[in-house]
């Protein structure tokens, strides 16, 4: 997990749900830095800089690729 890189940086634990699982249903390794401190006090989310998702290099591309897809606008059919 050393060699693991921070990705992208959530202000609430509510903001990770789906993308947590999006990333098991494609099981990329991954960990949310300061999550469960951040779900007990949320206050604290800019003292600890955020909820940091991390992934391995080798699996950015992929990752930035979801969460492109996430930040899409949503389309109402």
């Not at 003292?47 to 992934?55: E, F």
Request: net charge negative; hydrophobic share 40%.
């Amino acid at each position: 997990m050393e060699s693991f890189k921070t990705i992208a940086i959530f202000n609430y634990p509510h903001e990770t749900v789906v993308l947590r699982h999006l990333l098991e249903q494609e099981e990329i390794p991954h960990f949310f830095e300061n999550e469960i401190t951040l779900s007990v006090v949320p206050l604290y989310t800019t003292a600890l800089g955020g909820i940091k998702l991390k992934v391995h290099p080798n699996d950015f591309e992929q990752v930035q690729e979801i969460l492109d897809n996430l930040n899409s606008p949503l389309k109402i059919v």
